[in-house]
């Protein structure tokens, strides 16, 4: 049976290459002298460290807990010793580093319990935990938390379940080769994943230019028998993997930007992400490895099955990095990010290690002004008007950049790709879209701060007149009234300010004394320090524990003379508002 | 002669009428301006304007008592946006209510703080918990960096710490567009 | 520093610029055998004038020569001036022409990309308002050697009677004006076949290089078709309420500037529509407005003014006929 296509404007067509990566099978790297695994891998929260330095940690043991729902764990991908739980060059754009685990792998390959989960039996809800415990996120590269989108929408079933195999960006073939490896187990994580989508058919898009592993599970899914599977050949035209764009491809469905695909009955998974649920349930192991492709600039590119925390140069050493490399890049070459250092981790989104030289990717050459030839519009897989919101960004005129539809840009590249300018369109809409996101950030901040400003001058107005009114019940009884203690209220921060100086005496004597005892116990703790050379903070910590010690005591004897002037002035307070996450700019 | 000016007089009286009319017609409720200009401003609180807090100088600027260019933490970008709201000719930052400065939040050296409260009492924000002879801590999230608690306090504990980028919040630079011609003639002789 | 993607198609702009060229050399060629090689001359003096407009605009503006200078859009325009204008003009209107859509019309809204009118149109439109006499000024076929043309061009005396005559464009409103109608008036030889003898051929080589530019993919479908399709619409209505008043559609399409305006001029891109509805709006106003002004304006052709006209319209069209976003079709709230 032939099934009907449909097709997505624009799109380019750039060379593939990848024939070199997919020559030899895909090789298991060697465990590197020291694992490095960031706690957020994965869009969402971060998760809390389990495990500090000098614990020992087993393979598959899980060392970050995942931080609400909106998140997913990390384990460890073989047995050793924690070193350090500390900021760690991350590989990102930004050169950042964030909290990792850094394991030291003592060679025995020690592993947690493997409980094979019974998800037959379990509720959705219960599957979706385990997945998320097992740190189980989208392999395609945008990382979001599988867990998250095993539900059916509101709809209340999704029709058509969607695995991507269609890994249409040059060079990467880590899909590839895992479909020709893993046929028959990535097509029962998918049965699974039907199951709990309650979906009626799951389409398997892969290019056309992957002509084994399109065999390879056609072979499987009639090995399963399962009528439900139809593996889809689709034409090679970047971006064809984006899920947007090959859900329209095998469905003819547009899932607009910041919708569920859900809604519109239809779910899209990554190839290895299917794999990862069928071991995550079936065999109980969390997602502690993934398939990298090494390529580019490098002497024997090849596919490997990567311990996620590998650094990268260690997974470069395998494949000889050539020595006119300029620079690497994690991911293909229309959509990866400049790697800041060969110490960055391999993490759960890296599907491809790519080394640059000046030979296969020229650096731009320099940028001449937007002709407005429609080039990129033509190319724009989502029907935008690249150049107008280049214009927009460029001028940092966001809000019109906005209602050319920014946030509906995937960073595809296309449009860099064509720009006869050589214009770098995209840099543009990342630069505006991370400037609108810290602006909106900025802009919560100040609301929450304006609701809690108005909430305090409100507050005091309101102790002033409940005060006001006891004086006057106070004076109703005694004529002669002490109106002066009216004035006493703060109301604003300048009236605070002002009335500092005028704190009654023996609360200035209090403070005298406390300071005075602060001083004395720093001093003691100073003294300490000088003999052990520990550092001036480690001596005020000190200061501050014999403080601690002597608090009970201290507040016995002052208790008396301060009750009422307690200002418990937080609890009152509003609650902060939660940041509400993917309104309609995310 | 007559008749020309008859019909300006004419023209003058009706839309003068029509004016006045719509002008009591659709007089707009409330002060929408002072929110505008409130809207623009970062709501510190920190007082730097001279007024107590960002809606009293949102409310001074709207009646012309106050200048647009006495709010530091807005910044140059703040100055200009209200430049842009109000029509004005923008100014750089008057410095005698100080300077830009990155943003930063406010932390309790917990060691030397004696637990006075004088700070619960400064922050604009309730940004501080504690209680009298309690340790006060600072909620990072909900400080809004106006150091209004730094001179209050009689121990010297408060630090203002500028706040780092971290992944999450990092953001890409604006693309540099090359003015000067890129020489590519070294490149060529080196290669 | 730079980001994705690191790939990129072999593309420029300096060879969107040289494949226009290209696509120019069919008519220019045909141009020269017909009306003699006083055009070659133009093109000189027009290249010259605005790569020297070209080098010092961009010196004192401050900004990089050597870059822009080699871009060819200077060049483009240069030509598509030369080619409008007629093969005998002095050689300073030339300049003047060409320097005004350089400086005024290019540069001082703020270079390449930058300026909201056809560069080339504003020329044309500068010099037939200022010297329409010189402008109707067109050589016959074959009418002079070599000699005598370039001559012309670079001074000398001007003897116009005989050596040039009037385009058909402008016979046909001289002799509608004088009491004639349309089918007397094309009994003149100078007619040709269609739409005036030699002119034909000139139109159809425009198409020839447009084809190609459509087929090497540098312009849209849009603007040729929206631009000849709504020509033949508002000519052949004229035409069929009378025909003694009116040319034919054939007249109108294969007459003065028509195949070029849809193939070269509409399709500026810098100054025209960019969205595929509001280029069939664009091309089709200017075709509109064209015919307007050679069936009942002053001027013979009114390509130049209605692509000027057109642009000023050019931001609005393009607010209202965004197409749609992926996923946003059909009443979707954007």
């Known amino acids: 049976m032939l099934r009907q296509l449909f097709s997505f404007n624009g799109g380019v067509k750039p060379d593939p290459n990848k024939g070199a990566s997919t020559r030899e099978p895909i090789a298991r790297l060697p465990l590197p002298p020291q694992l490095i695994i960031p706690l957020h891998q ?63 792998p003592d060679g025995l390959d020690l592993r947690v319990e493997r409980e094979p989960f019974d998800w037959h039996a379990a509720t959705p809800g219960e599957v979706r935990d385990h997945l998320r415990d097992a740190g189980v996120v989208g392999l395609g590269g945008a990382v979001f938390p599988s867990h998250l989108k095993l539900s059916a929408g509101k709809a209340g079933s999704t029709d058509t379940l969607v ?51 399109a065999a390879a599970l056609k072979a499987a899914a009639a090995e399963l028998g ?38 519109y009955g239809v779910q899209c998974f990554n190839v290895a992400t299917a794999l990862a649920v069928w071991n995550a349930l079936e065999r109980g192991e969390p997602l502690t490895r993934r398939i990298v492709t090494v390529a580019g600039n490098v002497e024997r590119p090849r596919n490997f099955d990567v311990a996620i925390g590998t650094p990268i140069g260690f997974v470069f050493e395998h494949a000889g990095l050539k020595p006119d490399t300029d620079k690497l890049i994690m991911g293909g070459p229309m959509m990866g990010v400049p790697l800041p250092g060969v110490e960055a981790p391999v993490v759960k989104a890296t599907n491809c290690l790519l080394a640059s030289s000046p030979a296969l990717f020229p650096p731009p050459e320099p940028e001449m002004p937007c002709i407005r030839c429609g080039e990129c519009a033509r190319a724009c897989p989502a029907d935008l008007q690249p150049f107008e919101l280049y214009w927009h960004s460029r001028s940092r005129n966001f809000g019109r950049a906005q209602e050319y539809h920014l946030f509906d840009c995937i960073e595809c590249g296309c449009c860099a790709y064509v720009c006869p300018s050589h214009i770098p369109l995209v840099d543009y809409y990342r630069y505006a879209k991370s400037e609108i996101w810290a602006r909106e950030r900025d802009k919560d901040a100040a609301d929450s701060a304006r609701e809690r400003f108005e909430f305090r001058n409100w507050r005091a107005e309101r102790e002033k007149e409940e005060k006001a009114a006891r004086l006057a019940a106070r004076s109703a009884a ?33 403070i005298e004394a406390a300071m005075a005892r602060a001083r004395a116990q720093k001093e003691a703790a100073a ?36 009750a009422g002037e307690t200002a418990t002035v937080s609890p009152d307070a509003p609650a902060p508002s939660p940041a509400e996450p993917g309104d309609g700019a995310r | 002669m007559i008749s020309a000016l008859l019909v300006m007089l004419g023209l003058a009286l009706a839309l003068g009428a029509a004016l006045g009319a719509a002008s009591v017609l659709f007089r707009t409720q409330g002060d929408p301006l002072v929110d505008k200009i409130d809207a623009i401003l970062p709501q510190t609180q920190c007082g730097q304007c001279g007024y107590p807090g960002c809606k009293p100088y949102a409310t001074a600027i709207a009646g012309g008592e106050a200048d647009i260019n006495q709010c530091p933490p807005g910044g140059d970008e703040g100055v200009r946006k209200l430049a842009d709201l109000l029509g004005r000719e923008y100014k750089p930052l008057n410095a005698e209510h100080g300077v830009e400065k990155p943003k930063a939040v406010a ?29 006060h801590t600072i909620v990072a999230d909900l400080c809004t960096g106006c150091e209004l608690c730094v001179a209050p306090c009689p121990a010297d504990c408060i630090a203002m710490v500028p706040v780092a980028d971290t992944v999450d919040t990092w953001k890409w630079r604006y693309p540099v567009f090359e003015l000067k011609p890129v020489t590519h003639a070294p490149a060529k002789e080196a290669a | 520093m730079y980001n994705s993607p690191y790939l990129r198609q072999n593309t420029s702009v300096r060879r969107v610029m040289g494949t226009v060229m290209v696509a120019m050399l069919p008519a220019i060629t045909v141009q020269v055998w017909l009306f003699g090689p006083a055009l070659i001359a133009q093109l000189a003096i027009a290249s010259l004038t605005a790569l020297a407009c070209e080098a010092v605009m961009l010196g004192l503006r401050g900004r990089p020569v050597a870059p822009a200078l080699t871009d060819l859009s200077a060049l483009v325009t240069a030509w598509l001036i030369a080619v409008c204008l007629p093969p005998l003009l002095p050689w300073w209107a030339t300049v003047l022409g060409t320097s005004f859509a350089l400086i005024i019309g290019k540069h001082l809204y703020g270079g390449l990309g930058q300026n909201p009118f056809n560069p080339a149109m504003l020329a044309y439109a500068l010099l037939i308002v200022s010297f329409p006499a010189l402008m109707s000024q067109w050589p ?60 034909e051929w000139v139109a159809l080589a425009w198409a020839a290089g447009g084809l190609l530019l459509l087929a090497l993919r540098i312009i849209t479908w849009h603007i040729p078709v929206a631009f000849i399709g709504a020509m033949a619409l508002v000519s052949a209505i004229g035409w069929l309420i009378d025909p003694t008043q009116f040319a034919s ?62 642009n000023i319209c050019v931001p609005l069209i393009d607010m209202k006929t965004q197409p749609p976003v992926f996923g946003h079709k059909k009443g979707d709230a954007p």
């Open chain 2, 107 to 135: 932390v309790i050296d917990e060691a030397t703080c004696i637990g006075c409260t004088l700070c619960i009492q400064a922050c604009p924000v309730d940004a501080i918990v504690g209680a009298a002879k309690q340790m």
């Open chain 3, 249 to 310: 559609p054939a007249f109108h399409l294969l007459a003065g500037g028509t195949l070029m305006g849809a193939f070269f001029i509409a399709t500026d891109p810098v100054s025209g529509a960019t969205t595929p509805r509001g280029k069939l709006v664009f091309a089709a106003g200017i075709a509109l407005i064209a015919w307007l002004i050679r069936a009942f304006g002053a001027y013979p052709d009114g390509i130049a003014f209605a692509v000027l006209l057109m």
């Open chain 1, 527 to 562: 003294a300490k320090n000088t003999d052990a050379l520990t550092p001036d903070q480690q001596a005020q910590v000190d200061a501050a524990e014999a403080r601690r010690k002597r608090a009970a005591d201290l507040v016995a004897e002052k208790q008396a003379a301060t």
């Open chain 1, 226 to 263: 399962d009528p439900a599977l139809d593996i889809v050949v689709v034409p090679t035209r970047y971006p064809a993997g984006g899920a947007k764009q090959l859900i329209r491809v095998l469905t003819g469905i547009e899932v607009p930007h910041g919708q569920r695909s859900t809604d």
């Open chain 1, 478 to 510: 005694k004529p002669v009234a002490k109106t002066a203690e009216v004035a006493d209220t703060a109301t604003s921060p300048a009236d605070a300010q002002a009335a500092t100086p005028a704190v009654t005496d023996p609360k200035k004597a209090l």
């Open chain 3, 140 to 199: 016959g076929l074959q009418s002079a050697d070599a000699a005598t043309q370039f001559g012309w061009v670079f001074g000398g005396e001007r003897v116009v009677d005989g050596m040039t005559g009037a385009t058909p464009l402008d016979a046909l409103r001289t002799g509608l004006l004088t009491g004639g109608d349309v089918g007397a008036v094309m009994q003149s030889p100078a007619f040709g076949h269609v739409a005036g003898a030699g002119w």
């Open chain 1, 163 to 213: 695995i991507n195999g269609a890994e249409c960006e040059p060079f990467i073939t880590c899909d590839d080769m895992l479909m020709r490896s893993e046929p028959l187990d990535i097509l029962r994580g998918a049965q699974v994943m039907k199951t709990l989508l309650a979906a009626k058919q799951v389409l398997v898009g892969i290019e056309d230019n992957k002509p084994e592993a």
């Open chain 1, 42 to 104: 994965h869009i969402g929260g971060t998760p809390r460290p389990l495990v500090k330095a000098g614990d020992r940690v087993l393979h598959g043991q899980r060392i970050g807990a995942a931080d609400g729902n909106v998140s997913s764990a990390v384990h460890a991908p073989t047995s050793g010793t924690v070193v350090a739980v500390e900021p760690r060059l991350m590989p990102h754009a930004s050169g950042l580093s964030a909290m990792a685990v850094v394991i030291e």
